[in-house]
Structures are given as C-alpha cells and as structure tokens.
C-alpha cells in the first residue's frame, strides 16, 4: 500500500520561509512521478511544483523563483522549500505520486495522496 505523509507546515509572516516534507512508503519511489499541490480557502487544487523520474522540475507561475522542489531517493523523500511566502501562498499543501503523469498540474492524473500540512501565511 502506497503512503505519503506530509509535514513541516505552520503559520509565518509575509516574506518568511518553510520547507515541507513528503515522507513516501510502500513502492519503489524512484519510478514515480512526484508533485506538490495546494488548495487555498475557497479555492480549486492548483499545482504547485512536480518532479520526475530524471529529475527534472517544473512550477506554477506563481511560485517560480521562491519555491523548489527536491527529493532524496535514499530517504523515500520529498520536499518543498519555500522562501519569501506570500498571503496568497496560504493553502494546505499535498504532495501526490503516480507511475505516469501526463500533464503534471492536472490534480486527477495522481493516484496517491498525503493527508495535506498546512500552510498559513501572514500579512
């Protein structure tokens, strides 16, 4: 059975920085497709950032050159790091994995989800 436990969230101020944690369980993590959503309040799930198999990264606009996405294969880890946080940026954040992903920002393409950590940014 595939895990994804999620962590590292909390409140911060404006211009602030967290790093999440996405520890995943139960298959073989380097043959996955990795990403990292959010959903704000009153908000659709929009994704955030992803990684594949050969390491390549790809961002939503909003986030590119704040937010970067890594993963340690030794560890079965995955993390976001985030600096200069925003309001906006205010989300609970999952991380999702699947075999095979298509196009990455479609939420329905990924099989296996976290739980979600929030993220609470303050102005």
């Known amino acids: 059975q595939v895990q994804l436990a999620e962590s590292g969230g909390g409140s911060v101020q404006s211009g602030g920085s967290l790093r999440l944690s996405c520890a995943a369980s139960?298959?073989?993590?380097?043959?996955?497709?990795m990403a990292w959503f959010r959903q704000g309040p009153g908000k659709e799930r929009e994704g955030v950032a992803f990684?594949?198999?050969?390491?390549?990264?790809s961002y939503a606009d909003s986030v590119k050159g704040r937010f970067t996405i890594a993963q340690d294969s030794a560890k079965n880890a995955l993390y976001l790091q985030m600096h200069s946080l925003k309001p906006e940026d205010t989300a609970i954040y999952y991380c999702?994995?699947?075999?095979?992903?298509?196009?990455?920002?479609?939420?329905?393409?990924?099989?296996?989800w976290g739980q979600g950590t929030r993220v609470t940014v303050s102005s």
């Open positions: 999702a994995a699947d075999s095979m992903v298509v196009d990455w920002t479609n939420w329905y393409e990924y099989t296996y």
């Open positions: 139960g298959y073989i993590y380097s043959r996955s497709y």
């Open positions: 990684i594949d198999r050969d390491g390549t990264t």
